[in-house]
C-alpha cells in the first residue's frame, strides 16, 4: 500500500487486525523447558572467602605423578574382563558412527576388543598385565576411531583428577608463516629464570616442539589433522585423567628462549589434582544428560584451566560449574556483568573499522537452556548494534538445546534444528520401544516406528528427527539486528559443531576461523551408566538388560544419534567433516600477549564490510488502535503481522513511517519483517 502523505516526516496508514487469544504456543515451549531445568542460582558474593580457601587447598594438594600413581592398579582380572564386554556391546550395539569409523579410517574396534578379551581367558590374576598396560589397550582401542564422544573412561584413582604442569603454551605464527610455541599462563606463584608470557619454547625432552605437538596429537586423535594438532599441544600440559592416560614420563625438559632472548632449559614435574566438578550427572535419566553434545576431554580441561588459571570464576561460582548468579558480576575491568561469568564473557572492542561487539562463549554446558538463550540475549543487547563478534574458540559444546535455541536471536530466519538418527540394532530398538511414549522425560518416540520398521527394510539408520524442539528454538525470534562473525577453531566441537552448521546453513553471517576447521563432532553422546539407567526406568528394572555396572567407577561414552545438515547441505554429516570457515587468521604474537588484538580486528573489517540493518519498532495505544512506528536501515520494504495475521506491507523511504491499526487488544503478538530487494533480512517481535 502506497502512502498518501510520503513527503512528511510521518504517514498515517489504517488496517484492521483480528482479536485473538495472546497464548502462544512457542512460548509456552520455552516456558516448560524452563520449568524442567534445574536453576543453579547462587549469591555472587557470598563464599569467597571458602572459594579461595577451596582453590588454595586444591593447590596444596597437588601431588608429584609417581606418588599418585602409587595408589592405582586395583582391578581384578575379572573386572577387566567386564569391561571389555561392555566396550564390545556398546560399540556394536549403539555407536552412531562405526560404519564410518570403519570406511574413513580403516580401523576395527571390535575385532580388537575381542582379540583383547580371548587373551585374557589365558590370564590369570597372577600372570595379567599390569593395569596401566590394561588402560593403555583400552584408550588405545577407543581413540582409534578418533570420535572425542566416544570414550573410555578410566576407573578411580584417576577419575575426578587432573595432571599439569604449572604453564600453558600456545601457538602463533610470524609474517612469514612460520610457527611459534609461546608461553601465555603461568600458575599464581610459579617462576623459574627469564620464563613467563612471551618466552617461546623450542624443543620438549629434547624434541623439536612442533614435532612433539604433532606425535602427542596422534595419541589423542581428533577427526582431522586440525584437531590432532590442536590436540596435542594442550595436553602437552594439561591431563585430565579421567579420559587421558598420564604421562609416562615423571618430569619434563623445557628448552625456551627467555625473556631476554637468551637460551634456558627448565625440568619441571608433573603434578596430580583434583579438577573442579562436571555440570550435571551425564548419568542420570534426565532431558539434560540425554540432550548433550559435549566433548568430555575439552570439558574437563575448560574446567582444569579456569582453576588453575581464572581464579575469579571459580570464586565467583563457588567452585561450581556454570553456575548462574543472583547478581550479575564482571571478571575483568573491561566486562560487561553477567549472571554466568564461567559461560560467557561480553564486552566492546574499538578496531580500526570501528566499535563492535565481542561475545564468547566458553561452553553450551549448561542446566537451563532458556536461562542461557537469555542471558545471550541480555549481553547482546547491551553491546554495539553495528556489529557482533560471536567467539566459540575452545568451546566443547553442552546442551544442545543451549546451542539451537541461541541461534534464532541472530537471523530473521525460521531455525531448523539439526535431525538426528540412531544406527539400526536391536538394542536400540529396545530401548526406544521402552521411552516411546515418554516414560521418563526422555521422548524417544519420534524415532522407535523407523527403526521398528528397519527390520524388515534393512535401512541402517533411523529417520532422522530434530533432539531440538523446532518451537523452543524459534519462539522469540530475532533479537539482534547488526552484522554477526562468528569465530571457530579446531577445539570447537559437539554441540559447538552444531550450533556452527547452524550458523552457516541459515547464512547468519561470517564464519571466522583461526584453524581451517572445527573439531568435527556430530553427535549426541550417552554415557553408560545413562543406557542402562535408560533399561530401568521407569521401573520396573529390565531384568533382561544386558548392561551390566561398571567397577570402580569406570565409565564409557558413545555416540548414539548422529547430527546432520540442515540447507544446502542438508544430510550431510557432521562427523569428520566439520564447519569450514568461510575466512581465516593465524594467531599472531600480539593475539596471545595483548587480548587477540589482530584476530578481532580482522573480525571488525569483515563486519564493516557486511551490510548494516536496524529495524526500530515503537508502538502506543489510543483506545483500541494501535500505532506502531517503523524507523529502519538498510531495508525498503516491512511487513506487519498480529498474532502471525498479515495486516500491512509498507514500502519505506528513509523517513519514520507510522500505521493506525485498529481493534487491537494488549497482549497481541506484533512482527515486522524487513525486506531489501524482496529478502528477507530482519524481524522483529513485540508484544502490544
Request: glycine fraction near 8%; charged fraction near 20%.
Amino acid at each position: 500500500m502506497k502512502s498518501t502523505t510520503q513527503k512528511t516526516t510521518t504517514a498515517k496508514k489504517t488496517s484492521t487486525a483480528k482479536k485473538t487469544s495472546t497464548a502462544k504456543k512457542a512460548q509456552a515451549t520455552a516456558t516448560t523447558a524452563s520449568k524442567r531445568a534445574t536453576r543453579k542460582t547462587i549469591a555472587s558474593t557470598a563464599g569467597t572467602r571458602a572459594a579461595r580457601a577451596a582453590t588454595t587447598e586444591a593447590a596444596a594438594a597437588a601431588v608429584p605423578l609417581p606418588q599418585f600413581l602409587a595408589s592405582a592398579g586395583t582391578l581384578t582380572l575379572g573386572q577387566r574382563k567386564l569391561l571389555v564386554d561392555q566396550s564390545l556391546l556398546i560399540l556394536d550395539q549403539n555407536y552412531v558412527h562405526l560404519p564410518l569409523k570403519a570406511a574413513m579410517h580403516a580401523v576395527n574396534p571390535l575385532q580388537r576388543l575381542r582379540v583383547m578379551r580371548s587373551r585374557m581367558e589365558r590370564q590369570t590374576a597372577d600372570t595379567m598385565e599390569p593395569e596401566w598396560v590394561f588402560h593403555r589397550q583400552m584408550s588405545s582401542i577407543f581413540h582409534s576411531v578418533r570420535d572425542l564422544h566416544t570414550n573410555y573412561l578410566l576407573p578411580a584413582p584417576f577419575a575426578g583428577k587432573i595432571a599439569y604442569l604449572p604453564f600453558m603454551i600456545e601457538k602463533c605464527y610470524d609474517a612469514a608463516g612460520d610457527e611459534h610455541y609461546l608461553i601465555t599462563k603461568m600458575v599464581t606463584g610459579y617462576s623459574a629464570p627469564q620464563f613467563g608470557p612471551g618466552a617461546e619454547v623450542t624443543h620438549w625432552n629434547g624434541t623439536p616442539i612442533a614435532r612433539a605437538v604433532a606425535l602427542n596429537g596422534a595419541q589423542f586423535a581428533g577427526s582431522n589433522d586440525p584437531a590432532n594438532l590442536a590436540r596435542g599441544l594442550e595436553s602437552l600440559t594439561l591431563r585430565p585423567l579421567l579420559i587421558q592416560l598420564p604421562p609416562d614420563e615423571a618430569w619434563v625438559t623445557l628448552t625456551y628462549l627467555g625473556l631476554d632472548g637468551s637460551t634456558q632449559e627448565l625440568r619441571e614435574e608433573w603434578k596430580v589434582t583434583a579438577n573442579l566438578p562436571p555440570m550435571t550427572d551425564l548419568d542420570a535419566v534426565s532431558e539434560t544428560s540425554a540432550s548433550m553434545g559435549l566433548d568430555l576431554d575439552s570439558d574437563e580441561k575448560a574446567r582444569a584451566k579456569k582453576a588453575l588459571y581464572v581464579r575469579d570464576v571459580v570464586e565467583l561460582e563457588r567452585g561450581q560449574s556454570s553456575a548462574e548468579l543472583r547478581t550479575p558480576a564482571a571478571v575483568g575491568a573491561a566486562d560487561l556483568p553477567t549472571t554466568m561469568p564461567g559461560v560467557f564473557r561480553a564486552r566492546e572492542v574499538v578496531t580500526p573499522d570501528g566499535a563492535f561487539g565481542h561475545l564468547r562463549i566458553f561452553t553450551f554446558s549448561v542446566q537451563n537452556p532458556v536461562a542461557f538463550r537469555d542471558e545471550f540475549v541480555r549481553l547482546a543487547g547491551l553491546l554495539p548494534q553495528r556489529g557482533l563478534i560471536v567467539d566459540v574458540r575452545d568451546n566443547g559444546g553442552g546442551h544442545i538445546f543451549a546451542s539451537e535455541f541461541t541461534l534464532q536471536t541472530l537471523t530473521p530466519r525460521r531455525i531448523s534444528p539439526e535431525p538426528v538418527q540412531f544406527i539400526s540394532t536391536a538394542l536400540n530398538l529396545r530401548i526406544c520401544r521402552r521411552h516411546k511414549d515418554n516414560p521418563a522425560g526422555i521422548d524417544l518416540g519420534p524415532w522407535f516406528e523407523s527403526l521398528e520398521l528397519a527390520t524388515e527394510t534393512g535401512a541402517g539408520y533411523s529417520a532422522a528427527k530434530p533432539i531440538t524442539p523446532e518451537d523452543g528454538a524459534n519462539d522469540i525470534g530475532q533479537t539482534y539486528h547488526g552484522p554477526v562473525v562468528l569465530i571457530t577453531d579446531a577445539r570447537c566441537y559437539s554441540a559447538t559443531d552444531i550450533f556452527a552448521a547452524g550458523f552457516a546453513d541459515h547464512e547468519i553471517g561470517t564464519i571466522l576461523g583461526v584453524d581451517d576447521n572445527t573439531g568435527a563432532g556430530g553427535a549426541n553422546v550417552w554415557t553408560h551408566g545413562l543406557l542402562a539407567a535408560l533399561l530401568n526406568e521407569p521401573p520396573p528394572p529390565d531384568s533382561t538388560s544386558p548392561y551390566e555396572a561398571l567397577p570402580n567407577g569406570a565409565n564409557l561414552r558413545v555416540s548414539i544419534r548422529r547430527t546432520l545438515r540442515v540447507g544446502e547441505l542438508s544430510g550431510t554429516p557432521v562427523e569428520d567433516l566439520g564447519i569450514r570457515p568461510d575466512e581465516t587468521h593465524k594467531m599472531t604474537r600480539a593475539d596471545l600477549l595483548e587480548g587477540n588484538v589482530d584476530l578481532l580486528n580482522k573480525a571488525g573489517s569483515l563486519l564493516a564490510a557486511m551490510p548494516y540493518r536496524r529495524l526500530g519498532v515503537s508502538t502506543s495505544f489510543s483506545g483500541t488502535t494501535l500505532t506502531v512506528t517503523l524507523d529502519v536501515d538498510g531495508m525498503n520494504r516491512v511487513d506487519l503481522y498480529l498474532d502471525d495475521r498479515p495486516i500491512s506491507s509498507e514500502d519505506l523511504t528513509g523517513a519514520p513511517l507510522s500505521i493506525d491499526i485498529i481493534d487491537v487488544s494488549p497482549g497481541q503478538l506484533l512482527r515486522a519483517d524487513g525486506y531489501q530487494a524482496g529478502t528477507l533480512v530482519a524481524s522483529r517481535r513485540h508484544t502490544v
